[in-house]
């Protein structure tokens, strides 16, 4: 008898076994949708697993959905506490940057709330405008599911979508094919090395800003800079140290194409941008370590 309580225990963990590996991919794109690092989505993933198989799933009539709710709500949880430690943060705040070439791991059916300009925009919602928008637009989730995972009403939960639309919007009139932001990155590049500041303004949008993350890092701007002569004028005035020693390659980071510079076979930055029909809106540097490990090209 107790042979065989032994046995239907194991074969009860190995069905949630194969149930949670079946939905983990879907289960760290909502996670890292909601929080913007790696580390934190694995780590609610983590915690999803454990609710998992310490709970009575024979209760449970749809894995998914109850997954996708802990995993949404645990989010929101670590959301509303990651804005206060961000205040802390040195310098500018950026996403962390994933290798979408190699293994996304991200589980999108969509590569919907992936891109840097739509994850920058996202962090101007509450954290359940947030879970609304990316359940609704990343993963096709019906507005009644969506409702019983954030526990709103129908109503409620298309006043959330819709009202993260509306602060998207901006960011989808401006956005531009791959192809067309990988010519500009190419030719930023070019400028950059040269220190061609004439060139660089050419190569810009009026307003466009420049962000370096690099939580205090030798190089990494503390403040953004911001307009098309004053990017220029600090991206020429360090062209004659940055880039020596360092070579490049292209990736594909969230859906985008980036470029990531090495030195000594370590990636210490990640350059990506954001554009529009009138240049380079924003550029995005990424130089804290902790936030390159997922970022080196295929292969490297």
């Keep these: 008898m107790v042979k065989n309580d032994a046995h239907a225990r194991t074969d009860d963990l190995d069905d949630a076994i194969a149930v949670f590996a079946a939905h983990r991919r879907r289960l760290f794109g909502i996670a890292y949708r909601m929080l913007g690092t790696v580390a934190d989505a694995e780590d609610i993933v983590q915690e999803t697993w454990i609710r998992w198989q310490s709970t009575d799933r024979t209760e449970i009539l749809e894995p998914a959905a109850f997954l996708a709710t802990i995993t949404t709500r645990l989010s929101i949880n670590v959301l509303q506490s990651a804005h206060a430690k961000r205040e802390t943060y040195i310098g500018p705040w950026l996403p962390e940057p994933v290798n979408t070439d190699d293994d996304p791991a991200l589980g999108a059916e969509r590569a919907e709330a992936l891109q840097f300009a739509i994850l920058l925009t996202l962090e101007k919602l509450t954290p359940t405008e947030r879970a609304a928008y ?56 070019v400028a950059a090395q040269k220190g061609d500041a004439q060139e660089l303004e050419s190569l810009f949008a009026a307003d466009v800003v420049s962000y370096s993350d690099g939580n205090g890092v030798k190089l990494a701007a503390r403040i953004p800079v911001i307009g098309r002569g004053r990017v220029a004028k600090f991206v020429a005035a360090f062209a004659h140290h940055f880039w020596i020693g360092k070579s490049i390659d292209w990736v594909q980071v969230n859906g985008q194409p980036a470029a990531t510079l090495t030195e000594n076979g370590e990636v210490t930055t990640m350059v990506t941008v954001t554009a529009s029909n009138d240049g380079i809106l924003q550029l995005l540097w990424v130089m804290s370590p902790p936030k390159l490990r997922h970022v080196a090209a295929v292969g490297a």
């Design 134 to 189: 990316i359940l609704r637009e990343a993963f096709d989730y019906p507005y009644p599911r969506i409702a019983e995972v954030i526990s709103s009403t129908v109503v409620s939960a298309r006043q959330l979508v819709s009202r993260a639309r509306a602060h998207l919007e901006s960011t989808r009139h401006v956005a531009v094919e791959p192809s067309a932001q990988r010519r500009l990155l190419e030719a930023f590049l």
